[in-house]
T-cell receptor
Framework: QQQVKQSPQSLIVQKGGISIINCAYE??????FPWYQQFPGKGPALLIA?????SEKKEGRFTISFNKSAKQFSLHIMDSQPGDSATYFC???????????FGKGTRLSVIA | DTGVSQDPRHKITKRGQNVTFRCDPI?????LYWYRQTLGQGPEFLTY????????KSRLLSDRFSAERPKGSFSTLEIQRTEQGDSAMYLC?????????????FGNGTRLTVT
């Protein structure tokens, strides 16, 4: 049973455009939702995270939108740059109690 | 470099051999996690430790897999009688747990190829 479903699998965006990646979760006990960025040959690195007491969190060009009733959250990358080309993973956990569960990832390519 | 360190970076082994990987977490971190990642997939949880205690093991972790974290510092993951299906990237992560969540910091992984 996949606890976190991520879409799309791959995404091509023009430089300067907005990249949007979506995730849906099933376990209503989840209360911490991070996004990780992974470059080839490297481990995942934390990009931004949100807790369900807020509907949006912004850090620079990266924004998480969270919809608790729909059990969905999304990552928006504004003004996408070629350096953003990487694989992005959403994840979820019940904070402090369970290990992070990851989505299958979205390979983002930002083309000039 | 004070990040999570994993050794070796790459390991090629023949089916049936045993392999052992090492992870050195960030020094003040009390939690250490092992994940496995195959091509095109997200990391899958294997097991984790708080200090030296192994708190949880995934059902993915067959009896051929064993992990230790003696003295609550570095950790080793051993795979006995390797199979081709064990080929994957093995990721280690650590965090400082303080009764709520804290970010996982991942190493760059050990890529295992079983021939």
């Amino acid at each position: 049973q996949q606890q976190v479903k991520q879409s799309p699998q791959s995404l091509i965006v023009q430089k300067g455009g907005i990249s949007i990646i979506n995730c849906a979760y099933e376990n209503t006990a989840f209360d911490y939702f991070p996004w990780y960025q992974q470059f080839p040959g490297k481990g995942p690195a934390l990009l931004i995270a949100i807790r369900p007491d807020v509907s949006e969190k912004k850090e620079g060009r990266f924004t998480i939108s969270f919809n608790k009733s729909a059990k969905q959250f999304s990552l928006h990358i504004m003004d996408s740059q070629p350096g953003d080309s990487a694989t992005y993973f959403c994840a979820a956990t019940q904070a402090g109690n369970t290990p992070l569960v990851f989505g299958k990832g979205t390979r983002l390519s930002v083309i000039a | 470099d004070t990040g999570v360190s994993q050794d070796p970076r790459h390991k090629i082994t023949k089916r049936g051999q045993n392999v052992t990987f090492r992870c050195d977490p960030i020094s003040e971190h009390n939690r250490l996690y092992w994940y496995r990642q195959t091509l095109g997939q997200g990391p899958e949880f294997l097991t984790y430790f708080q200090n030296e205690a192994q708190l949880e093991k995934s059902r993915l972790l067959s009896d051929r897999f064993s992990a230790e974290r003696p003295k609550g510092s570095f950790s080793t993951l051993e795979i006995q009688r390797t199979e081709q299906g064990d080929s994957a990237m093995y990721l280690c992560a650590s965090s400082l747990f303080d009764n709520y969540n804290s970010p996982l910091h991942f190493g760059n992984g050990t890529r295992l190829t079983v021939t």
